[in-house]
Every structure is written in C-alpha cells, then in structure tokens.
C-alpha cells in the first residue's frame, strides 16, 4: 500500500515473526532428545501429540501475551482468563481432539486475591466454553519482578482423539475448499502493534467509537471464540480433511501448515465482510493486504478445509447449529506451497 502514509509493522512494534521460527527450528534438536517411541512427527503444528495404544493425547500452552497490558489500563481482569483457554484449547482441536483439562499459570510482583478469584473466574469460564475440567495450576508471588498490578498468565491444554480419527491435512488435494469460522475480532495476537496505533491509555480506550458499537477498550479486550464444540459437532457431521487456528502469522503461517507439499491456499478477502477493527489497524498502519494478513486473524479464527461438495452443507450447519459463524473464504490450489491472499 503507498499512500503516502509512514507504515508500521509488526517489526516495528518489536516484534520479528522470522526469529520466532528460526528458534523454533533451534529447539527442534534439544526437544528431540526427549522423544520416544510414542511421540508422534509435527514438532511445530499446533499441538504436541503423544500415543498411548489407540488414543492419542494432543497438548499445547500458550498464554495471553501484551493484550494483558489493556487489561491493566482499563482494570478489567475477568476476561483475559477466557484468551487463555482459548488460544490453548483452539490449537490442539485443528488436530480433531477433544478437550479434556486445563491448568492456569499466575504470575505477579503481589497477589491480590480478589484480582486473581476474577482471573481464575475467566479462566473457568473459558473451560466451560471448552467443556474441559480447570484441574489446577499455580499463582506465584514475585516481589520486584512485575511492575505494581501487572502480572502474566499461561495455561497448558490436554485433549485426546483415536489415531484414526485424527486430522493431519494428508488428505486435502486440489479443489478443496476453505471454510472459515469468524472470529469474535483481534482475539490475543498481534497486540505488540495493536499497541503502537491505539496508545494505552485509559481516557482514550474508554472512548465510544462508532463504527465499533462499542468503546475501543472493550472491542480489544473482547475474548477469543473458544471453536472446541463447533469443531467437536463438524467432526462428528462432516469429514473435516484439515483445521489452522489463525493466531500470529496469520493465514500466511498458520494456514500454510495444513497443506501437504506442493499444495497452497487461496484465501479471497472479498468473501467476506473484514470487521471494522481490522479496517481501523490496517488504515493506521498502512499495511499491505498481504502484510495484515500475515499480523491479525482479519476476521476469521479457524478455516477448515472440506470437499468442494462438502462445503455448503458444512457452512449451513456451522450458521444454522451451533453459536459461530462460518463462510467460505477460498479454495486450495497446486503448483507451490503456502498461502495466496487474492
């Protein structure tokens, strides 16, 4: 995009998405020292899996990384737990599993323990959601670490799926096409540079924007869509070939993973109506298409990638059956790997 406007990127906000995958690629040999007969390939898709006879266990962690930092201007904690389940939980369900249980992580120079009870509660809301247990976790006290009413929070996930039903991408071919689930906005990416645009202040947040509906510190401290029971019902309906949580990265990252080589996605952004949160970051950050698309979620959380006879049954059911909404939004293609935004 050259509108004369200066750009700002992810990089510029302090974030460089490549050193995220070139330490990935560092750790691989490390981990792989710990690997046994049950451990299954795909170090680096969206969840760990471990097989025990039929069954395999699918795990992931993650946390709710500087989206945090809104809930501290606008002193509302109660949400960030949801963020957490969820950008666990919607990792290990792209591999068909079932959510199982969910442990938390606290971490803050002082517990308050009201602060905390209003965590926890999101967190447990964000299980229910899930339909998975919150079994346990930890809350550590770390005087001089974190700033006065900051603290972080984490969380692991366990689901379980047969082998036989699990969902790898090994079957997509060419003419697939993509369905995707829409997201309920930023979910907990991209917030290093949601940041950078909108400052963190909280006469400015509590501002009423109106293309939003809404104040611009509610719309980015609005929880992350929880998928687990959309995606648990599509299974169970439909043969569901491959599933990408769009996280960091983006459809350009997040979306490549499910297509085996020498196949590619095409994702056409004029499908679908991109939500107003999404024009404002991309306005102020003069982003091209492809970069924004490489930094948020542009509307849509989770794609899945079903016949081409398949697909209008599936985003039917997805908008008549369960509480997301589904479009379709591309096709998948031959001739070279990744993800085209047309």
Same mark, same amino acid.
């Given at each position: 995009?050259?509108?004369?406007?200066?750009?700002?990127?992810?990089?510029?906000?302090?974030?460089?998405?490549?050193?995220? *995958? !070139?330490?990935?690629?560092?750790?691989?040999?490390?981990?792989?020292?710990?690997?046994?007969?049950?451990?299954?390939?795909?170090?680096?898709?969206?969840?760990?899996?471990?097989?025990?006879?039929?069954?395999?266990?699918? =795990?992931?962690?993650?946390?709710?990384?500087?989206?945090?930092?809104?809930?501290?201007?606008?002193?509302?904690?109660?949400?960030?737990? +949801?963020?957490?389940?969820?950008?666990?939980?919607?990792?290990?369900?792209?591999?068909?599993?079932?959510?199982?249980?969910?442990? !938390?992580?606290?971490?803050?120079?002082?517990?308050?323990?009201?602060?905390? =009870?209003?965590?926890?509660?999101?967190?447990?809301?964000?299980?229910?959601?899930?339909? /998975?247990?919150?079994?346990?976790?930890?809350?550590?006290?770390?005087?001089?670490?974190?700033?006065?009413?900051?603290?972080?929070?984490?969380?692991?996930?366990?689901?379980?799926?047969?082998?036989? !039903?699990?969902?790898?991408?090994?079957?997509?071919?060419?003419?697939?096409?993509?369905?995707?689930?829409?997201?309920?906005?930023?979910?907990?990416?991209?917030?290093?540079?949601?940041?950078?645009?909108?400052?963190?202040?909280?006469?400015?947040?509590?501002?009423?924007?109106?293309?939003?509906? /809404?104040?611009?510190?509610?719309?980015?401290?609005?929880?992350?869509?929880? *998928?687990?029971?959309?995606?648990?019902?599509?299974?169970?309906?439909?043969? +569901?070939?491959?599933?990408?949580?769009?996280?960091?990265?983006? *459809?350009?990252?997040?979306?490549?993973?499910?297509?085996?080589?020498?196949?590619?996605?095409?994702?056409?952004?004029?499908?679908?109506?991109?939500?107003?949160?999404?024009?404002?970051?991309?306005?102020?950050?003069?982003?091209?298409?492809?970069?924004?698309?490489?930094?948020?979620?542009?509307? +849509?959380?989770?794609?899945?990638?079903?016949?081409?006879?398949?697909?209008?049954?599936?985003?039917?059911?997805?908008?008549?059956?369960?509480? !997301?909404? =589904?479009?379709? +939004?591309?096709?998948? =293609?031959?001739?070279?790997?990744?993800?085209?935004?047309?």
């Amino acid at each position: 995009m050259d509108n004369g406007k200066q750009k700002i990127t992810y990089g510029d906000a302090g974030v460089d998405v490549r050193r995220g *995958y !070139d330490a990935v690629e560092l750790m691989k040999k490390h981990a792989k020292r710990t690997f046994d007969e049950n451990v299954l390939p795909g170090l680096g898709s969206f969840g760990g899996k471990y097989a025990v006879g039929d069954d395999v266990f699918v =795990a992931g962690t993650d946390g709710v990384g500087t989206k945090l930092m809104v809930a501290f201007v606008m002193d509302k904690h109660d949400t960030v737990g +949801i963020d957490c389940v969820a950008m666990c939980v919607n990792d290990i369900i792209c591999h068909g599993a079932k959510p199982l249980f969910f442990l !938390d992580y606290i971490a803050t120079g002082a517990i308050v323990p009201e602060k905390v =009870a209003r965590i926890v509660g999101g967190v447990a809301e964000g299980c229910v959601q899930a339909g /998975c247990a919150l079994i346990g976790g930890e809350t550590a006290e770390m005087p001089d670490f974190y700033r006065p009413g900051e603290y972080d929070v984490a969380g692991f996930a366990v689901g379980v799926v047969k082998k036989k !039903d699990m969902i790898t991408g090994k079957d997509i071919k060419e003419g697939d096409l993509l369905v995707g689930l829409r997201s309920s906005g930023i979910h907990s990416n991209g917030f290093s540079l949601v940041r950078k645009v909108f400052p963190m202040e909280r006469r400015k947040l509590d501002q009423y924007v109106a293309g939003l509906g /809404c104040t611009l510190g509610e719309e980015l401290l609005r929880p992350t869509r929880i *998928y687990a029971k959309t995606i648990g019902k599509l299974t169970a309906h439909f043969k +569901i070939k491959g599933i990408a949580h769009i996280t960091g990265g983006g *459809y350009v990252e997040k979306l490549a993973r499910i297509f085996p080589q020498g196949l590619y996605g095409k994702v056409d952004l004029s499908s679908y109506e991109i939500p107003e949160i999404f024009k404002m970051l991309v306005e102020r950050t003069n982003l091209s298409r492809e970069e924004a698309c490489n930094t948020f979620n542009m509307g +849509i959380g989770m794609v899945v990638a079903v016949a081409k006879e398949d697909a209008d049954a599936v985003v039917a059911f997805v908008n008549g059956q369960t509480e !997301d909404s =589904a479009v379709r +939004i591309g096709c998948v =293609a031959s001739g070279k790997n990744g993800v085209e935004i047309v």
